[in-house]
């Protein structure tokens, strides 16, 4: 079984964070989003990874996967549009040749592994198995029919008027037929080529497409607060108790924080959770809850919660909530705000509140 990861696109809801950056090397509890879904992946012996890429942040794709785990293979594969799922999947057909795989869109998340989902495939070896999450709104996502045994019996993409609350996650493991199905689509009103449509016509023909129930939390990281829901939900998650750096005394750690080799706390307070990269330097501030920060920043007389903040990043005199913080950016405030601000910064930027 290959993987096939889709980290194309241009991460337009994340502007101006992804003016400079891919929105799959964005991180989330100081790891790159793009990296955890290559965990999930090889944690169930996949060795060999399809990556679609896109023209503008195609490079930094293949710099950031670059040595990253011996065990796998990659093979990068340039999307020159982003016409649809069935595209990608359309376009990595060389590399997908005859065989059962796995895809995953790169800027989604969930909890746990996929140990039963691959389980699943391999013992029912369905035409395609889906996974689905219950959610409050199936407006805002693809959505899924079953009947009574579980099998998918329609698919609809965003309706207006859901015919349930069974939305699709980004994952899905196919067998080789879904290629023919491809072969067959027109593309949507969007003017894309849409993987429901596959689906539907796998149906259609008498195909046999599973699903699997998501219990667990699932995150789709495209917009700046589903961003900050999942550095919440994964820094809640994975996240113990790890001191590595330098504590002075007259300062408090409080619950769950990961602190790397070279991070000095001076004089401050850390409310876990919470995640500070190598060499950041934090004096005289309040760090936390949900926080990450990278590496080689400096936090002076500031408050942060609730944000994320990015490498070589200095805020000084501030007090930050709910904010996005570029690469090697500048904050600075006034000192004297009693609420904090939300702000998001693009990499290098310069804030003054």
């Known amino acids: 079984m290959k993987g096939l990861i889709l980290a194309g696109g241009r991460g337009t809801r994340l502007r101006p964070l992804t003016r400079t950056l891919a929105k799959q090397l964005i991180p989330v509890a100081n790891r790159p989003i793009l990296l955890r879904v290559v965990d999930q992946i090889a944690k169930v012996g996949i060795t060999q990874i399809g990556v679609i890429i896109s023209p503008e942040t195609g490079l930094q794709i293949q710099e950031a996967l670059a040595h990253k785990l011996r065990t796998v293979e990659f093979s990068f594969i340039l999307q020159e549009e982003p016409l649809g799922l069935a595209h990608a999947v359309l376009t990595a057909r060389d590399f997908l040749d005859e065989d059962p795989f796995l895809m995953y869109l790169g800027d989604n998340l969930v909890g746990g592994d996929l140990g039963d989902f691959i389980d699943l495939f391999h013992r029912s070896n369905p035409d395609a198995l889906i996974l689905l999450k219950k959610v409050e709104d199936p407006r805002l996502f693809g959505v899924a029919t079953l009947d009574g045994s579980g099998r998918v019996i329609g698919l609809v993409e965003k309706p207006k008027r859901p015919p349930s ?21 027109q593309p949507s009103w969007r003017g894309e080529l849409e993987i429901t449509d596959a689906l539907q016509l796998l149906i259609d023909g008498g195909g046999d497409v599973r699903s699997i129930l998501l219990h667990q939390w699932w995150l789709d990281t495209g917009k700046s607060d589903d961003l900050l829901a999942a550095n919440h939900v994964v820094l809640s998650d994975t996240v113990s108790r790890d ?4 504590i002075d005394c007259d300062s408090t750690v409080i619950g769950n924080v990961r602190l790397e080799k070279g991070a000095c706390i ?45 490498n070589g990043t200095r805020v000084v005199d501030a007090f930050l909530e709910t904010s996005l913080v570029g690469a090697n950016a500048e904050v600075v405030g006034c000192g004297c705000g009693e609420h904090g601000r939300q702000v998001v910064v693009e990499e290098e930027g310069k804030v003054h509140l």
């Open 165 to 185: 609350n069974l939305a699709l996650v980004g994952i899905y493991a196919f067998s080789p037929s879904v290629h023919q199905a491809i072969s067959r689509l």
């Open 266 to 310: 001076k004089k401050s307070t850390i409310h876990g959770p919470v995640a500070i990269g190598s060499g950041t330097t934090i004096v005289s501030s309040s760090i936390g809850p949900h926080t990450s920060i990278g590496s080689g920043c400096t936090i002076v007389r500031s408050t942060v919660v609730d944000s994320v903040i990015l």
């Open 243 to 246: 001191l590595h750096g330098n």
